[in-house]
């Protein structure tokens, strides 16, 4: 495994994440997640991988995510060994100082811990002031609950305006941008990414395999995941016929490199500059895959050809309004 410092901090990661989104009772969010044995199963292979960095939310899974992941770090490896990402927003009050504060303290709770490497704002919150949301988690580093901060899916104009107002105060900027990235879709390429390289702040982009597109040549899967799961039909389904053309090209690369087509998918990840894409493994095998893509060094060329294809996509992350309360699945196909 390879290392590297987020931001401009002093918290090493591994170059892959592993996303918890997978972890929880079936459900409460998705069907398709694994159970608590499971669960531990993924995390300790990757911990024999070597991947430190593990990434979950308040609401993933009813909270059962954040207690599957605790306990099985506990059972595994020393705390300090590892980094742990949580989330804030879906819940009650957005990122309001109140909110903050409590889920906080909730997830603290739930993965058995006293401190955060990394907490991360899971959207823009419409409803909050900028300022309200940047003390409020400002004060949380001060307390040493966190140690640094992120934010996740939100449009270029809103993550400046958040990192202007730690700057003009005082406060802890961000140091990660959790955001929606992959072959199939780049749109935060025009403003959002040039932001972060321009403040170095470290990309973990989620869906780096978009939702399992990028590991197949055909589009559709028959596992339990592929036949479940309505966020990622939601995500990607209506651009399947141009789309498919790009995970062809996948598949030739492939071929050319003789290794997996995910491997192709991550290796391009970090030719363009990404920190630690997020893999939301359901079988250890597939930490495997991710990890053995640092054998693969795609060139400048490769690059060009797997990108050219690519058309504008609708916004699938950002969103323009907070959903109704209790609203967690933001793309689901109806």
Partial sequence: MEYTKLGNSDVEVSKLCVGCMSFGRAGTMHDWTLNEMQSEEVIRHALELGINFFDTANGYSDGTSEEYLG????????????????????NEGRLSKKAILRELDGSLRRLGTDYLDLYIIHRFDYDTPIEETMEALHEVVKAGKVRILGASAMYGYQFY??????????????????????????????????ICKQMNVSLMPYSPLAAGHLTRPEWKSDSQRGKTDRVAAGKYDRMEQQDILIVKRVQKLAEKYHCTMAQIAVAWQWAKGVTAPIIGATKARYLDDAAGALNIKITQEDVEYLEELYVPHPIVGAIDKNPEPGVMLLDEKK
């Avoid at 306990?71 to 879906?90: P, T």
């Avoid at 406060?171 to 990660?176: A, D, E, Q």
């Fill in 71 to 90: 306990r099985a770090i506990k059972r595994n490896v020393s705390r300090d060994q590892v980094v742990l990402a949580s989330k804030v927003y879906f």
């Fill in 161 to 194: 305006n958040m990192q202007v107002a730690a700057k003009e105060n005082g406060w802890t900027p961000f140091s990660v941008m959790e955001n929606h990235y992959n072959l199939l879709y780049r749109e935060d390429e025009r403003e959002l990414i040039p």
